[in-house]
């Protein structure tokens, strides 16, 4: 459940353990202080639109571009995307897609999928923007890497191991021609100064993308991203590993935390 933590301002008075609950929630929650009821209620407001912005309206990721999709509607192999762009030259980027060659990579809130642009429709608005109708065929889900066991540790705990180090910075034993490490998904967030709502959106696609990768169907199980902090961001992700053979038993689910770089 998404939460947020509105502090009366000044906070004096209050013992060790109340300091602690405090610290420890700004840690992993966006706060904020009040000085009376009357801007409580506004802060209260104010994050309560931010929150239903990020659920209603999700980020997606197409090719080199990336941008708030009002809907997404996947119908076997084809996936349609609308959403209304603010921005001319983001809008001509995905207008220039269907007479690009190749594929592209397409990752949204449901799904990851190696695409061709196949139309893109068009309508200006009195406000200068300009609704966009994306379609896109699906030529091939995007390669699942194979998993392997290393020097004793299983499939997922390898895959664990490799996305700690890529997220988290930790050191990556037990590496095998390469095979138990990866590029951070999140790194090309860094330092571009993107508004939280943005941040969170786009970090939880990126995310979910790699975990598609392994086969994680659905991604993420749970995704907390804490509020910026001088040192980073605490990211906390849990995921269903894959069953893998028809007779184990489903297997638990996993979590990591830690600190990622400044988004």
């Known amino acids: 459940m998404r939460m947020a933590l509105f502090v009366r301002d ?4 209050a013992d060790g353990q109340q300091r602690n609950f405090v610290g420890g929630i700004r840690a992993r929650y966006t706060t904020a202080s009040c000085t009376d009821t009357a801007q409580l209620g506004q802060r209260v407001e104010e994050r309560l639109r931010v929150m239903a912005a990020e659920s209603l309206t999700p980020w997606v990721a197409l090719g080199e571009t990336a941008f708030r999709a009002s809907s997404t509607r996947n119908s076997g192999e084809t996936v349609m995307v609308r959403a209304t762009s603010r921005s001319s030259r983001v809008a001509e980027l995905i207008k220039s897609l269907p007479d690009a060659r ?3 990579a397409y990752a949204g809130p449901h799904e990851s999928a190696l695409v061709r642009v196949t139309d893109v429709s068009t309508e200006a608005t ?32 390898v895959f664990e191991k490799a996305l700690r180090g890529a997220l988290f910075g930790e050191p990556v034993e037990n590496s095998f021609w390469g095979l138990a490490t990866m590029e951070d998904p999140l790194e090309i967030l860094w330092g571009r ?26 991604g993420s199980s749970t995704f907390t991203l804490g509020p910026p902090k001088a040192n980073g961001r605490l ?25 990622v770089a400044p988004i």
């Open 193 to 218: 100064n993107l508004p939280d709502a943005v941040a969170r959106s786009l970090a939880h696609a990126l995310t979910n993308e790699v975990l598609r990768h392994q086969d994680i169907k659905g």
């Open 126 to 157: 009195s406000t200068g923007s300009q609704n966009l109708e994306i379609t896109m065929r699906s030529t091939s889900r995007q390669q699942h890497s194979t998993p392997m066991s290393i020097n004793g540790m299983s499939a997922d705990d």
């Open 102 to 104: 190749g594929e592209v």
């Open 10 to 13: 000044p906070f004096d008075g």
């Open 235 to 259: 990211l906390e992700i849990s995921w269903f590993p894959p069953r893998r053979y028809a007779n184990e038993p489903a297997p638990a689910e996993r979590t990591l935390a830690g600190t």
